[in-house]
Every structure is written in C-alpha cells, then in structure tokens.
C-alpha cells in the first residue's frame, strides 16, 4: 500500500499547495476587499500589508509561481502574526487562537524546502 501511495504523494503535494495557498488568499481577500463576512482594512496599514501578502502570496503559491521566496515570506508572516497578536495571550495555540497560524507557517515552511514540485508554473519554466 505505501509503495502505491508513494507514486501519488507528488499530486498529493499538488493539493497541499494549491489548498493551502487558495485558504491563504482567502483571508488577504477578507482585509483587502472586505470580502467573506469581513471589513477591508487601509492598504497601508500593517493589516494591510498582511493582506497584500496572503492574498498574492496565496495565489502565487496556489499557481507554483516563485514558490520559494514566496513560501518563505508567507511563512515568515505566519511566525509574526503569532507572536505578536496570539502569544501576548497565552503560549498554547489551542488556547489563544493561534492554531491557523501556527499551521500555515509550518505548511509555508514545508513548501518552502520542497519547491514547488509537479503541475506548477516554476516547473514549466524551468
């Protein structure tokens, strides 16, 4: 069985990275356009410069388009949002609210050493 699974696991990566980076954009979406049950928050606020990342950054992830550096600074984004607005509130992630970012960080991270792999755009122009 894991032999059989293992020829799948690159199109299983697809997934992870293109769910990942369409929830991703999702909430950038949310403070950009006040889309999703939310208020858009001023571009040029620091809630404004996390939406541009999670809304590009999401998308570019989602298509395979400079999955690395792109990866990295969603990743890096991810470890600030929990230390600055979830930790303040307790260490536990389940306790403070920070689950979401705790997961897209290490998701991001993971993405970022793997690259972008199979049915991406940085494939194609490799």
């Known amino acids: 069985?894991?032999?059989?699974?293992?020829?799948?696991?690159?199109?299983?990566?697809?997934?992870?990275?293109?769910?990942?980076?369409?929830?991703?954009?999702?909430?950038?979406?949310?403070?950009?356009?006040?889309?999703?049950?939310?208020?858009?928050?001023?571009?040029?606020?620091?809630?404004?410069?996390?939406?541009?990342?999670?809304?590009?950054?999401?998308?570019?992830?989602?298509?395979g388009l400079f999955t690395t550096p792109v990866a990295f600074i969603a990743a890096g984004e991810m470890a600030y949002a929990f230390f600055t607005q979830h930790f303040p509130h307790g260490p536990w992630p389940i306790q403070n609210g920070g689950e979401p970012a705790v997961l897209y960080c290490f998701i991001f991270l993971y993405i970022f050493a793997v690259g972008s792999g199979k049915l991406s755009i940085d494939s194609i122009r490799k």
Request: glycine share 12%; hydrophobic share 60%; charged share 10%.
């Open 1 to 63: 069985m894991q032999k059989a699974l293992a020829k799948l696991a690159p199109f299983f990566y697809v997934l992870l990275r293109v769910a990942a980076g369409l929830s991703f954009a999702q909430h950038g979406a949310q403070k950009l356009f006040g889309l999703l049950g939310a208020r858009a928050v001023p571009t040029l606020s620091q809630m404004g410069f996390a939406g541009v990342i999670e809304f590009v950054g999401g998308l570019l992830i989602a298509l």
